[in-house]
């Protein structure tokens, strides 16, 4: 473990078994005692249990209490120990808060939400904050001379905790949570379960990059799913995934919510219609150098505003341990991979492009979508008829996708692939042909067109309606290239 030359250890027995409880940094002021889960608080050399804490949430998470790492911060590699972790849970799901003990003595935040990990430290943010409830998504705000835009606006309670920690709320009690994110890839969440709120900043980071020793071994992560009935027609549900918030009945494809737990009230709606996936649920392949399983499916339409004419396209959702979650796209225009960013991009005020990570991309779509079909296990609460308004963005380097729900804003990013990458990538050569699309070419920046090139449209335009006319009696008939969604809905946000 990384430790300062000048940093104490404490250590004393547990007020409620008397097993050794320790402290590693001087600014923890709070633990949780490993054999009989007694909350304890630190005041000088005496420790005072507080009560029990709740038994954690099984994550499925490769991290535990004793991994260790490195960071690079201000341009250099500093170790880390993870000492102790919140979760916590919110509107939009169940996250995690790791203790970093850094080798200067300080503590930092490695957050972790459905696969997604965010490195952050606490700032002062120069000014007072305004009440939790004063915050609205959308709207853009400074701290510290820099824009941020509010992404998610909600609350959140403690359900467990675990080791060393600086800061322990109440378990259970409701408070503010408020998340900015910045056009190049900052994150900054303001906890309103301290007074004053506690503010950190930080960025998204690979567990790869993080050169992590001490995870969990395969063999120690449990597979065992959870299985129930059906609630509508009795069959055998199997959940494989501990972030499912809903999955679908494999007999009679009904809707089901886990927000309340397995053993809780389930909630089912019936679904009628079904759209069948191309490419099966549990199907397994790799993807941009990640191998990934399918675990979800989704079909979505949408409308533009003041148009009657309707576009579907459907979304597959990628699943894998380290790198959590993605959605692979199938629309008209070909198929896309595309991830939730930790930062927001900034929109013109015009609402034609955005900036992101110092690109551009024009805007090319503006819709309303809505979701009409699922199948397999999702980590938000998915339901049918759930509706966001989007808008989908593209440039030379790939896309982008922004999609609005009253409580959060979630963008987007990624690449489109080729039709052959995606049936390679899960074996599926028998059905290359149905999963044909048209494959993207080489981007091309919007520019004036050339006197050539306008005669030559011209000239074909000419050709086209002497062709038309000729074809008397003949029905028209329509037809709309959809761009479809380039993300998916994600409930899940950031949550650090």
């Not at 080798?103 to 939400?113: M, P, R």
Request: hydrophobic share 35%.
């Amino acid at each position: 473990m990384a430790e300062s030359a000048t940093q104490r250890h404490y250590r004393a027995p547990c007020p409620g078994c008397g097993a050794p409880v320790e402290f590693r940094s001087a600014q923890s002021t709070h633990a949780v005692c490993g054999y009989c889960q007694s909350t304890v608080v630190r005041s000088g050399d005496v420790l005072t249990r507080l009560g029990k804490m709740a038994e954690l949430f099984d994550d499925h998470s490769p991290l535990q209490p004793m991994a260790s790492g490195r960071i690079t911060l201000d341009g250099k590699e500093v170790p880390f120990t993870l000492i102790g972790r919140l979760q916590y849970k919110g509107d939009a799901g169940v996250w995690t808060e790791w203790a970093a003990f850094l080798e200067d003595g300080t503590l930092a935040t490695l957050g972790e939400d459905n696969g997604a990990y965010v490195f952050s430290r606490p700032i002062d943010p120069g000014r007072e904050l305004p009440e939790a409830a004063r915050w609205s998504i959308g709207t853009t705000t400074a701290i510290n001379g820099k824009p941020y835009s509010v992404a998610y606006a909600g609350q959140a309670q403690l359900i467990s905790a675990q080791g060393e920690l600086s800061k322990l709320p109440p378990l259970g009690q409701p408070f503010g949570m408020v998340e900015l994110r910045s056009s190049d890839g900052e994150v900054l969440s303001i906890d309103y379960g301290h007074t004053p709120p506690r503010v950190e900043r930080g960025r998204a980071v690979l567990l790869e990059d993080l050169q992590l020793q001490g995870l969990k071994g395969e063999s120690a992560k449990d597979e065992k799913g959870r299985q129930f009935n059906c609630p509508h027609c009795g069959a055998p549900v199997q959940v494989q995934l501990a972030s499912t918030k809903s999955i679908t009945c494999g007999s009679c494809a009904s809707i089901i919510d886990l927000g309340s737990g397995v053993g809780g009230e389930l909630r089912s709606a019936m679904q009628d219609e079904p759209v069948r996936p191309i490419i099966p649920l549990g199907a397994k392949g790799p993807l941009q150098g990640v191998h990934w399983q399918v675990v979800g499916f989704q079909h979505r339409m949408g409308v533009a505003p003041g148009d009657d004419e309707h576009f579907g396209w459907s979304e597959y959702l990628l699943y894998n341990q380290k790198r959590g979650f993605a959605f692979l796209v199938d629309s008209e225009e070909g198929w896309s991979m595309v991830r939730p960013t930790t930062g927001a991009p900034q929109m013109a005020a015009s609402g034609r492009s955005a900036t992101y990570l110092g690109t551009t991309y024009q805007l090319k779509y503006s819709y309303l979508a809505e979701t009409t079909y699922v199948l397999g296990e999702f980590y938000w609460q998915v339901e049918r008829g759930q509706k966001t308004s989007n808008r989908d963005f593209e440039s030379a380097k790939g896309l982008l996708s922004m999609e609005q729900s009253p409580n959060e804003i979630t963008w987007s990013s990624g690449d489109k692939l080729s039709s052959d990458t995606v049936v390679k990538a899960f074996q599926l050569e028998d059905k290359k042909d149905v999963l044909q699309r048209d494959d993207p070419g080489p981007f091309v920046a919007k520019s004036g067109l050339g006197c050539g090139t306008i005669i030559l449209i011209a000239v074909i335009i000419l050709i086209l309606l002497i062709i038309l006319g000729n074809c008397s009696g003949s029905p028209g008939s329509g037809y709309r290239s959809s761009g479809g969604s380039f993300g998916g809905y994600s409930s899940g946000g950031g949550h650090k």
